[in-house]
């Protein structure tokens, strides 16, 4: 079993900065995929980052590219988001995610499915 839990939410105002954590638990994270993943109220759950374990490759949705960025930090078993200049529309609930196995090609890395441990999530409120 995988515990995941994310810390770091709060509210901001536009323009600002936030940098969201993951801190994994129980079983290491290995080598799985890592992804960040938000939901709006009423809006189904979407792609917001991911990030191997082995090499760090990462991986940005197109609304969150050249402002987010998702890193790792082995040691911790811990992943991050920063994200910087948020706008209103960034507000949703983050979640962070452990792919089901080692490699997925990465148009996978956007689905739901591809995760099978979710953290609870942290509220991010960025007001105008």
């Known amino acids: 079993q995988v515990q995941l839990v994310e810390s770091g939410g709060g509210l901001v105002q536009a323009g600002g900065s936030l940098r969201v954590s993951c801190a994994a638990s129980g079983r290491s994270l290995g080598n799985y995929p890592m992804g960040w993943f938000r939901q709006a109220p009423g809006k189904e759950r979407e792609f917001v980052a991911a990030?191997?374990?082995?090499?760090?490759?990462?991986y940005y949705a197109d609304s969150v590219k050249g402002r987010f960025t998702i890193s790792r930090d082995n040691a911790k078993n811990t992943v991050y988001l920063q994200m910087n200049s948020l706008k209103p529309e960034d507000t949703a609930v983050y979640y962070c995610?452990?792919?089901?196995?080692?490699?997925?090609?990465?148009?996978?890395?956007?689905?739901?499915?591809?995760?099978?441990?979710w953290g609870q999530g942290t509220q991010v409120t960025v007001s105008s």
């Open positions: 990030i191997f374990w082995s090499g760090g490759s990462t």
């Open positions: 995610a452990r792919a089901r196995g080692t490699y997925y090609p990465p148009p996978s890395l956007v689905r739901v499915s591809t995760y099978d441990y």
